[in-house]
């Protein structure tokens, strides 16, 4: 995953609202009015945040079948694994590693060595 495509998805979930959707939709499919009680929520806002998800690739829709007023809202599983695995590598702690830092600045002798140690 591209460094961009996992800022924007991270900046899209940053939010604290459209984490609480993403965290519900993770639980298995929701119609927007479902979403929009259990989070206490209007359906302009939950619909609103459904579509910066939608957007960035997280979720998808579909309209119900029986009334288009509605629309089913589910995870998207391969952006999602994706997100996970792009993660996974990101925080990996085997990536730490113990270094000193190469500073130009530092001179063995120099003032601004000797100002530094104090």
Known sequence: MEQ?????????LSDPTR?????????????????????GLSLSLISH????????????GQRDPEDARWIHYSVDPETVQELDATLGR??????????????????????????LMR
Request: net charge positive; proline share 1%.
């Open 90 to 115: 990101l925080l990996d702690v085997r990536r730490i590693h113990t270094r000193q830092p190469q500073c130009a600045m530092r001179v063995r002798g120099t003032s601004t060595e000797r100002s």
């Open 49 to 60: 945040h459904l579509s910066v998800l939608r957007d960035v690739g997280l979720v998808t």
């Open 4 to 12: 961009e495509v996992l800022q924007t998805m991270l900046k899209a």
């Open 19 to 39: 984490l609480s959707i993403f965290s519900l939709l993770m639980e298995g499919t929701h119609c927007n009015c479902e979403i929009s009680e259990r989070l």
